[in-house]
């Protein structure tokens, strides 16, 4: 009777790669904090809107959307495909489906923005009207600061 030989090389480098400790994080990073002029970063402005610190209004543009649309929107957009389970086998690691979620969770937060965020407030601020009649978005700083990146 002749052996099988079973080849698990694929297999094991798949394991290894979910054995990974790398994670992704979306929001406002390092590299995009610092705003044109003098005053706050982004990530202050961006705090006390998304926890409502200093008599702000809450306005989650990263929690709330993160946690309601981040799923429907990895199965809508998600191309965990056989090329990308192939990249994860090839690297030993999880860091190319980390970057695409990424993207995609970048999607969201941009997308609340667009549609003035889940329940958000609208300015309470005497004397100041939006220039273009949509929170958060009159210098598009905060908006462009969004990001991700995957920490191995």
Do not use: C
């Amino acid at each position: 009777m002749a052996g099988t030989k079973l080849n698990l090389e694929g297999f094991n480098k798949f394991v290894k790669a979910l054995q990974s400790t790398a994670k992704v994080k979306v929001g406002v990073l390092a590299a995009e904090n610092n705003r044109i002029g003098s005053g706050p970063t982004n990530a202050e402005i961006g705090a006390k809107h998304e926890f409502g610190i200093d008599g702000m209004p809450m306005r989650s543009f990263l929690r709330a959307p993160l946690t309601n649309n981040l799923g429907k929107s990895l199965e809508k957009y998600g191309q965990f495909n056989e090329d990308l389970l192939n990249l994860v086998v090839e690297s030993k690691s999880i860091s190319p489906w980390l970057k695409l979620i990424g993207v995609i969770g970048e999607k969201v937060v941009k997308d609340a923005f667009a549609q003035q965020g889940p329940g958000w407030e609208p300015w309470r601020i005497p004397g100041y009207s939006s220039k273009i009649g949509m929170i958060l978005q009159d210098s598009q700083q905060l908006v462009k600061s969004i990001s991700s990146e995957v920490e191995e």
